[in-house]
């Protein structure tokens, strides 16, 4: 059975510094792929940034980056310069083998942005 | 992502009577999800639809929920008699074709069941 860990339920981090959001996998699958999405307030998910277990280097996407490492199960969110905006609960996901796009979604973690 | 359309946003019951839930997917899009989210969890997967086919169920519960998606309107998402433990929000996703990368959330239904 495929499981997603967000071990951090809450971070706190000041406007314009980095932060580190993480997410260790579990699955035997050899394909798959991993997803970060935002929930702000309003609740709307919105997708920031996918990684393919097979892609070699890390995903980027403005602002976000993923830092992929593949033997240690590990798929963390890096948020450079932080902005108040950013302040939410981010999910970790991962896709089914199956191929469908169903996602496996962790508990989250909320980030607080502070001025 | 804004193009998946979700109604109602929120949505009251008493137990015992019924829920409907609508979900229109990005235009283009013929395959909908539907996840539950209860409070603070992340979301948890029910269903996987294409048109007129349910292709997974199976994070449906077995009783009083279905779901369609028929040719022609919205997906539903349908729990009759409803208890005050489907009190949840709802998110419907859609995505042009099977295994694509990235799935797009509409804002979802909250329910609040009294």
């Known amino acids: 059975a495929q499981k997603i860990t967000q071990t951090q339920p809450g971070m706190f981090v000041q406007e314009k510094e980095a932060v580190t959001l993480d997410c260790t996998y579990d699955?035997?699958?050899?394909?798959?792929?991993l997803f970060w999405y935002k929930q702000p307030s309003s609740g709307e998910m919105i997708f920031l940034i996918y990684q393919g277990s097979y892609d070699q280097q890390n995903a980027t996407e403005g602002r976000y980056s993923l830092n992929f490492q593949k033997a240690r199960k590990s798929a963390n969110l890096v948020i450079s310069a932080s902005q108040l905006g950013d302040s939410a609960m981010y999910f970790c996901?991962?896709?089914?083998?199956?191929?469908?796009?169903?996602?496996?979604f962790g508990k989250g973690t909320m980030l607080l942005v502070s001025p | 992502n804004a193009g998946v359309m979700q109604n109602p946003r929120h949505l009251v019951r008493r137990r015992g009577q019924e829920a409907r839930l609508r979900c229109s997917p990005m235009k283009g899009h013929s395959h909908v999800y539907w996840y539950r989210q209860l409070p603070e969890e992340g979301l948890k997967f029910m269903v996987y639809l294409q048109k007129e086919n349910i292709i997974d169920e199976s994070g449906m519960p077995k009783e009083r929920f279905s779901a369609e998606f028929p040719k022609e309107g919205p997906s539903i998402l349908r729990i009759q008699q409803v208890v005050r433990g489907d009190s949840a929000a709802y998110f419907c996703a859609s995505s042009p074709r099977e295994g694509y990368e990235k799935l797009f959330f509409g804002s979802g239904t909250q329910l609040s069941v009294l």
């Open positions: 996901a991962m896709r089914h083998s199956s191929g469908y796009s169903t996602l496996t």
């Open positions: 699955t035997s699958d050899p394909s798959y792929g």
